[in-house]
Structures are given as structure tokens and as C-alpha cells.
């Protein structure tokens, strides 16, 4: 064959070529549209919803050896939860059973979609198509063999109380559906959130690798699953079982494991009530453990769920004071309890620590009912105090500090509605505490070092050091004895340089708390008592202006609120003091009485002995009259001082005295005025007002009539109390006092 032919030849072959190739473009174009309207006609014909879209087109190519027909934005499905929206959808079809005129869906691609699998009014949102005939045997084949889904969201939501959002970026599901079951096999790479069920709102998104096998009978509503393995940074998990759907139920049977579970990673997705407990510490270890869920789920039922678990070489690391637990096994049991046969829930936690690492600690705790739990705690070793705010005691919460336990025992208490009185009567403990702070119904307490026994509903208390708030006792000593919803106690302590000694009773543990007791008070200094209970929320006298040891004699009764703070306008007190050595400094409200004495004088003045009975009532402080002698001036004084710092005080001068200290150089020995009798003239003051606004006005009848009534006040005070503690609060008045026509 010469050169001349053969380029002829392939000519020929080449234009054959071109030839075939365009009428095979003319005849897919022609197919297209036949295809096109075939297809989509018979898509719409199999809905019994609406079927949009913007634009559909052939694509002969992308799949090759099949073809595809690209939807864009489509809407399948109406109202505000369609199954399909927005996004598109590419439907692949076999190629060459394409030719002969069978059109076989065998891949399903949805591309940028939100699924909505959505239930309102008794219809699901994925009810969009017409019941199949058996009969009909067209060309048109709705089965999908492979479905696969590229950033898509799935929203689910039964229109009661279980919904969720997945998001899927890359999921591939085989198989298919014949005589309306679904097989498939599932592997998607996903992020589940939004999950809300039961109570339970998820507050982060989990994300996962999802791989199994997934059947659903839709004539029996039928769901097993197979051999399902979900991965994460946080878990790796297993499941298998089935779940039965009825109308109005679903009947759960399955089995979970999971192993390599970080509780670190999932503490994050714990319920929010646990949440703001368990982020103050940090765990470490690897958990493994199974479970079974099986029964009943519904509005108003919940199916049975058991598991176990175990960690292993766990750590806690408490974030506030830096402290850390190591080496930590820990065995849970955990049994969601019947409705039907009355079984409460329970949970039963077994830890174990080795001494390799620090102190040894062993532990058992079993809570029953945990919707109203209630404890039973067996613990030995050494521990952070920390630990002890995962029980979730109400009000009570520690901050620093550790327990040196030699036993501890505790039974049938109730964090939610157990008072202090049930720890008592239910607990055994003995324990040595060191630097604890921790606080109670917001009242704050320290306790570097002491030891507390319990047993039989006896404290007995031997501490070093205890502060309340600011208030702080050295050696402090007693006991305190609970039975009937009641504290009985006994405590002796040093106090701002004094010894105090209380013994009384508080009462209605488990409702409105009420104290009652005695004091008794010696050498206590008076700068420091009222620093360290805040001036006693009154701005009249303060820790600024008050100097002096004191000694006390009171009853008090002190109702607190649920947080354990006093209500102060029900709080009873009567009592006797005894100041020595005193000193009042800086004192506005006696300024004003410069006109009359050395101002010099009234901004330091000292005195000798102060003693007085007081009373508080209805949350107004009563002092009845009292003679003071002092390096300013000497006075008689009575007055109601009330809690919200309004005033009325009676104050009686005696002229001649003041007018000739008013002459006299400035005393800066600070001497105490003679005590004398009753002048030829005196000088009588009422103040009122409140003690940012005092207002004074002189007035004898007024000073005299309060006199009296507060002289029959302290006279019943006195025989209370002398009856109350004996001699010791019983004292003759001064002669020059008792000397005062007023008093005759």
C-alpha cells in the first residue's frame, strides 16, 4: 500500500470517527431530553409532595460508565421542614441499561443540603412517597443502591421532646431497599449537635467517625444495628441491638462498649448541673466499660439502662489550689432503676489509690435515687478537701486544704434536703484537717490545723485555730450533739484577746435554723470584736471609734435564713457588759458638744468603766441609762439605736462641772473627771435623727421621762440575767450616780 492510500485510508477512518461521535452527541442530546422529561415526570409521579428545583440537566460524563442528572436548589417536600433544601442532588444512572431505555438509579448524591427528618401532626417529613404497587413493573426503579452525602445537615426532631442536628461532611450509605426494608452500610465522617432529650441540652457539638451496618423494616418499624463503631478524640464506642418503633413508643434493645474513653475530653458534654461541679478539677486516666439499654422509651417512660466502668490509673487535679490526686482506680456501677418495679436508680463508685504516689486512699460510695440521691460514704486515707464537693453538699463548698482520714462513715444522707443535724446523727468520722478554707451558705471559714471525732452523733471538736468570716477563735474546744432535728453544743475558745465560753442549741435544722445560747465573754477587746463581725452592720460606734477590754454576760436568739444568715430584725440579745480601759475617738456625733467642753478633749476621750445592760429587739438596740465617767466630761445616757441606723438618745450634762472644764486649760493628761453629785444647774439633750443626720434639741422633761422608762428596762434586765449566771452580772451603781435627784 503506497503512502498516497494509506493517508487516505486513515481519512476515511478519522472522518467515520468524527462522524459517529456526532451523531452519538445528536443522539444523547435527543436521549437528554427524553430522559430528562422521562425521568423527572416519572420522579414527580412517584411524590405525593412537591417536587422544585431550579435547574436540571444530563451530565453523560462525571460517572462515566454512568451518567447522571444534576439537580440544582432542590426543594422536595413543603412547609417550613421539607425532606430536601436548597443544595443539589446528582441522580446516577447506569449508563448502558441508559441505551436501552431502563432507567436504574444506583447512586444518590446530595451536595450542601439540610435534611429535615421532622415529625408534626402525626406526618414525618420523609412520608413523600406514593405507596409502591407490586404490580407495577415499569423501568422506573426508586431503590438507591449508594447514597452519599458531601456537607449536609441532617435536623431531626419528633415533635415532642427529641431532636438534633448532624452534620455530615462526608457520609457514604450502601444498599438498598426491597419490599420496603432498608440495608445499608454506613460510613460517614460527622458532628452531632443540638441534642436535647430527657432534660438533657448537649452544650457542645461531638464530633465523630461513624462506621456500621443499619436495617429498617418499614412495614414492622424494625431498626437494627450492626456492628456500629463510633470513633473520636474522646471515645471509641460499640453498638449493637435493635430498636422498635410503635405508635406510641419504641421498644430499645442494645448493647454498648466502649473503650479508650478520655473523661477529661467527655466531661464536656455532661448535663450543665454537672458541669459547673466537675470544671473545677482536671481528669486524666482511660476508662473502659459496657452497658445495655432495653425497654420502653416514650413521653412518659424511659427504657432501663445498666452499666459498668472501670479507670485506670486516673488523676484529679484540683484547679484552684493546684493539688493532685494519682494513681486513682475507680469502679462504677451504674442502673437506671424500673418504674415499674419501684427500683430506684442507683450508682455505686469503688476507688482505690496507691501509696506510690502519696498517701493511700480507699473509698466506697453507693447513692441511691439519683434524682433525690441519697449517700452511703466509706472513706480511709488522705485526701483533698476539694474532692468532697463532688457529693454536691448543699451549701457547703471547700476551697483548699486536705483531711488526714483514719475512718469516715456516712449513711442515708440527703445533700438536698439533710441538714447538719443528719451528718451528725448518720455520720462516723475521725480526721485530722490541714489549711482548710472552704465556706457554708456563703459564710466563709478557715481551719489550719485541728481534729474532729464523730461518732454516735457527737462531734467532739479540738481545733487550733477557726475563723468565721473575720472572725477568729484560737483553741477552740467543745462538743456539739445532734438528735431530733437539733444541735446541742458546748464551745470554749480564745477571742480578740478574750476567753469566750457558749453553750446552747440550734434548732430546725431542716427548715429556718434558730440559735440559741449563753455567752460568757472575759477580757474580750471591744476594736477587735467589732472588726471581726463588721461592726455589727451599724455605723454609730465602730471599730474605729470603740477601744477598751470588756467583759460580757448574754443570751442571744439568732434566726438565720436557708443561706445560714441572720435575719437580723428577729434577733434577740440581752446581755450585761463591762468595759475597762476605754477610749472613744473621733466620735462626730459628741463634737457638737464642743461649745461646751475642749474639742481636743471630745476627739479622745477616755474613761475608767463602762457597764451597762442592752437589749435587742425587733432590730432596735436598747440601752438604758448609765452613768459615764470620762476624761471629757461625765454624763448620764440612754437611747434606742435601731438597725437601720435611726437614733434616739437621752443625754443629761452636768453644768457647772462642763462650764469650768470649758474654763480650764486643755487636760492632755487626759485625767478622769471627779464623779460629783447633781449640780446647781444641768444641762439635758435629746438626739435623734439617723446617725448620718443627728439633730439635737434640749429639752429636761423629755431627758427625765426617758430616764425613767429605761430605768425600769434595766432593773427587769438585770434580775434576768443575775438569775440567768448568778452574782456575776450584779454591781452596785456609783453613789454620786445613784445620788442624782432624778433617781431618788
Known amino acids: 500500500m503506497n503512502k498516497e492510500k494509506l493517508i487516505k485510508a486513515v481519512k476515511i477512518i478519522i472522518i467515520t470517527f468524527l462522524v459517529l461521535m456526532i451523531s452519538?452527541?445528536?443522539?444523547?442530546?435527543?436521549?437528554?431530553?427524553?430522559?430528562?422529561?422521562?425521568?423527572?415526570?416519572?420522579?414527580?409521579?412517584?411524590?405525593?409532595?412537591?417536587?422544585?428545583?431550579?435547574?436540571?440537566?444530563?451530565?453523560?460524563?462525571s460517572y462515566f460508565p454512568s451518567t447522571s442528572i444534576h439537580i440544582s436548589d432542590l426543594k422536595l417536600g413543603s412547609g417550613a421542614t421539607p425532606l430536601i433544601a436548597n443544595g443539589s442532588v446528582d441522580v446516577v444512572i447506569s449508563l448502558f441499561p441508559l441505551l436501552k431505555g431502563n432507567i436504574i438509579i444506583n447512586t444518590l448524591k446530595i451536595e450542601n443540603s439540610t435534611i429535615h427528618i421532622a415529625q408534626k401532626n402525626g406526618h414525618w417529613s420523609y412520608d413523600v412517597m406514593k405507596k409502591s404497587d407490586a404490580d407495577d413493573e415499569g423501568s422506573f426503579k426508586t431503590e438507591v443502591q449508594r447514597l452519599v452525602f458531601e456537607n449536609c445537615t441532617i435536623a431531626y426532631d419528633d415533635g415532642d421532646a427529641f431532636k438534633f442536628n448532624l452534620a455530615i461532611s462526608e457520609g457514604v450509605f450502601k444498599g438498598g431497599m426491597e419490599d420496603e426494608k432498608l440495608e445499608m452500610d454506613i460510613d460517614m465522617n460527622s458532628s452531632l449537635s443540638d441534642l436535647a432529650m430527657d432534660g438533657y441540652t448537649q452544650p457542645e457539638a461531638f464530633p465523630s467517625l461513624l462506621t456500621g451496618q443499619y436495617t429498617f423494616d418499614l412495614k414492622s418499624g424494625l431498626q437494627e444495628y450492626k456492628d456500629w463503631r463510633i470513633e473520636t478524640d474522646a471515645i471509641a464506642l460499640s453498638a449493637q441491638g435493635t430498636i422498635l418503633r410503635a405508635s406510641d413508643h419504641e421498644a430499645i434493645d442494645m448493647d454498648l462498649t466502649w473503650e479508650k474513653a478520655n473523661p477529661e475530653l467527655l466531661k464536656k458534654w455532661l448535663p450543665e448541673k454537672l458541669q459547673k461541679t466537675w470544671n473545677e478539677y482536671a481528669l486524666s486516666g482511660e476508662s473502659e466499660g459496657e452497658a445495655k439499654i432495653d425497654g420502653r422509651s416514650s413521653s412518659d417512660e424511659s427504657p432501663h439502662i445498666a452499666a459498668t466502668a472501670t479507670l485506670k490509673n486516673g488523676g484529679v487535679v484540683f484547679a484552684k489550689n493546684n493539688e493532685e490526686i494519682k494513681g486513682l482506680t475507680i469502679d462504677l456501677?451504674?442502673?437506671?432503676?424500673?418504674?415499674?418495679?419501684k427500683q430506684k436508680s442507683s450508682l455505686a463508685i469503688a476507688l482505690k489509690k496507691s501509696a506510690i504516689f502519696g498517701s493511700s486512699l480507699?473509698?466506697?460510695?453507693?447513692?441511691?435515687?439519683?434524682?433525690?440521691?441519697?449517700?452511703?460514704?466509706?472513706?480511709?486515707?488522705?485526701?483533698?478537701?476539694?474532692?468532697?464537693?463532688?457529693?454536691?453538699?448543699?451549701?457547703?463548698?471547700?476551697?483548699?486544704?486536705?483531711?488526714?482520714?483514719?475512718?469516715?462513715?456516712?449513711?442515708?444522707?440527703?445533700?438536698?434536703?439533710?441538714?447538719?443535724?443528719?451528718?451528725?446523727?448518720?455520720?462516723?468520722?475521725?480526721?485530722?484537717?490541714?489549711?482548710?478554707?472552704?465556706s457554708y451558705q456563703e459564710n466563709k471559714m478557715a481551719l489550719p490545723d485541728g481534729t474532729l471525732d464523730l461518732s454516735d452523733g457527737k462531734l467532739n471538736v479540738d481545733l487550733d485555730q477557726f475563723t468565721w468570716n473575720k472572725a477568729t477563735v484560737d483553741d477552740l474546744k467543745g462538743s456539739i450533739v445532734s438528735h431530733d432535728?437539733?444541735?446541742?453544743?458546748?464551745?470554749d475558745g480564745k477571742l480578740c484577746e478574750g476567753q469566750v465560753e457558749t453553750k446552747g442549741t440550734v434548732s430546725g435544722l431542716n427548715q429556718r435554723p434558730v440559735s440559741n445560747a449563753t455567752w460568757k465573754v472575759t477580757g474580750i477587746e471591744m476594736k477587735q470584736l467589732l472588726e471581726s463581725f463588721s461592726n455589727f452592720d451599724q455605723t454609730f460606734i465602730t471599730s474605729d471609734n470603740l477601744k477598751g477590754k470588756a467583759n460580757i454576760w448574754a443570751e442571744s436568739t439568732i434566726p438565720f435564713d436557708d443561706h445560714w444568715n441572720m435575719?437580723?430584725?428577729?434577733?434577740?440579745?440581752?446581755?450585761?457588759?463591762?468595759?475597762?480601759?476605754g477610749?472613744?475617738?473621733?466620735?462626730?456625733?459628741?463634737?457638737?458638744?464642743?461649745?461646751?467642753?475642749?474639742?481636743?478633749?471630745?476627739?479622745?476621750?477616755?474613761?475608767?468603766?463602762?457597764?451597762?445592760?442592752?437589749?435587742?429587739?425587733?432590730?432596735?438596740?436598747?440601752?438604758?441609762?448609765?452613768?459615764?465617767?470620762?476624761?471629757?466630761?461625765?454624763?448620764?445616757?440612754?437611747?434606742?439605736?435601731?438597725?437601720?441606723?435611726?437614733?434616739?438618745?437621752?443625754?443629761k450634762?452636768?453644768?457647772?462641772?462642763?462650764?469650768?472644764?470649758?474654763?480650764?486649760?486643755?487636760?492632755?493628761?487626759?485625767?478622769?473627771?471627779?464623779?460629783?453629785?447633781?449640780?446647781?444647774?444641768n444641762m439635758y439633750f435629746v438626739l435623734n435623727g439617723t446617725t448620718s443626720n443627728v439633730k439635737y434639741q434640749q429639752e429636761r422633761s423629755y431627758v427625765i421621762s426617758g430616764f425613767e422608762s429605761s430605768t425600769a428596762l434595766k432593773e427587769g434586765l438585770r434580775n434576768y440575767l443575775v438569775e440567768k449566771f448568778g452574782y456575776d452580772v450584779y454591781w452596785i451603781e456609783p453613789n454620786e450616780w445613784e445620788d442624782i435627784p432624778e433617781y431618788q
Not at 414527580?44 to 440537566?57: K, P
Not at 425587733?618 to 439605736?641: C, D, K, R
Not at 453644768?655 to 486649760?665: E, H, I, P, S
Open 583 to 651: 477610749q472613744l475617738k473621733d466620735m462626730k456625733t459628741l463634737e457638737d458638744f464642743g461649745t461646751y467642753v475642749h474639742l481636743d478633749d471630745l476627739r479622745d476621750i477616755r474613761f475608767n468603766q463602762l457597764r451597762n445592760y442592752m437589749k435587742i429587739e425587733n432590730g432596735t438596740v436598747y440601752l438604758p441609762v448609765m452613768f459615764i465617767q470620762s476624761s471629757a466630761l461625765n454624763m448620764s445616757i440612754s437611747g434606742e439605736h435601731t438597725f437601720d441606723q435611726k437614733i434616739l438618745y437621752y443625754i
Open 24 to 61: 452519538l452527541l445528536v443522539m444523547m442530546k435527543w436521549k437528554s431530553d427524553v430522559i430528562m422529561d422521562k425521568v423527572m415526570a416519572a420522579m414527580q409521579d412517584q411524590l405525593i409532595d412537591s417536587l422544585q428545583y431550579t435547574e436540571a440537566g444530563m451530565d453523560w460524563f
Open 333 to 341: 456501677k451504674y442502673d437506671s432503676g424500673n418504674a415499674k418495679t
Open 485 to 491: 432535728n437539733q444541735l446541742d453544743f458546748t464551745l
Open 362 to 438: 480507699e473509698g466506697q460510695v453507693d447513692i441511691q435515687n439519683l434524682d433525690n440521691p441519697m449517700y452511703d460514704v466509706s472513706l480511709n486515707g488522705s485526701l483533698p478537701a476539694s474532692l468532697i464537693n463532688l457529693a454536691s453538699v448543699s451549701g457547703l463548698h471547700f476551697e483548699k486544704g486536705s483531711f488526714d482520714i483514719n475512718h469516715f462513715e456516712l449513711k442515708d444522707f440527703r445533700p438536698e434536703s439533710s441538714s447538719m443535724s443528719s451528718f451528725l446523727q448518720h455520720g462516723t468520722i475521725t480526721f485530722k484537717a490541714s489549711d482548710l478554707i472552704f
Open 567 to 581: 435575719i437580723t430584725e428577729k434577733v434577740m440579745v440581752k446581755s450585761a457588759l463591762d468595759i475597762r480601759d
Open 653 to 681: 450634762l452636768n453644768a457647772g462641772q462642763v462650764a469650768a472644764t470649758k474654763l480650764k486649760k486643755n487636760d492632755v493628761k487626759r485625767d478622769f473627771k471627779k464623779a460629783s453629785k447633781s449640780g446647781w444647774i
